[in-house]
């Protein structure tokens, strides 16, 4: 969930840093970001919202974009813009037409290079004996589907107790 209930859909993610550093395009309509786009179903106290830049078409009267730039949950936002050349895409929405997000990604794949930068590092052997973990979960999540959440379950209790002792 992004601010005000709205619903924020992440196009990126790491293991690394989970919900807390996802990554998305981020939209910029006059210079600055506009709010969610609604979405009309009719009666009914339930109104949809998204901020999805593809949602920004100038369709049924929502923003049209101008530029995307990245943006990540922790709330940095790139500085660098990429406007969106609307003649050579023409009215096609935006989630038809061929816009190129590798500069927004490359933007936010920086951004996480400073932060594991600035992170505390992990042993070599515990980050190898997580990786292995993550792959085997996988695994069981194909082979036994009802047994890869009791194991996460383990790890989420494992992760807590951890946690209480470094409180301590």
Do not use: K
Request: aromatic share 10%; net charge negative.
């Amino acid at each position: 969930m992004g601010e005000g209930g709205v619903l924020v859909e992440w196009d990126w993610w790491t293991v690394d840093f989970g919900d807390a550093h996802a990554g998305a395009v981020g939209v910029l309509v006059g210079g600055s970001e506009p709010g969610p786009v609604y979405f009309d179903v009719g009666s009914g106290s339930d109104v949809p919202s998204t901020r999805r830049w593809s949602a920004y078409d100038g369709r049924a009267r929502r923003p049209r974009a101008e530029a995307l730039r990245a943006v990540c949950a922790c709330g940095w936002r790139g500085a660098a813009e990429y406007p969106l050349d609307w003649a050579t895409g023409g009215d096609r929405p935006l989630y038809e037409a061929d816009v190129d997000l590798t500069g927004p990604l490359a933007d936010w794949t920086a951004r996480l290079s400073v932060v594991r930068d600035r992170a505390v590092p992990l042993p070599e052997p515990l980050t190898a004996l997580l990786f292995e973990i993550a792959e085997r979960l996988n695994v069981t999540a194909a082979d036994a589907p009802l047994a890869a959440p009791r194991a996460a379950g383990v790890l989420e209790r494992s992760r807590w107790r951890a946690g209480a002792v470094w409180q301590t």
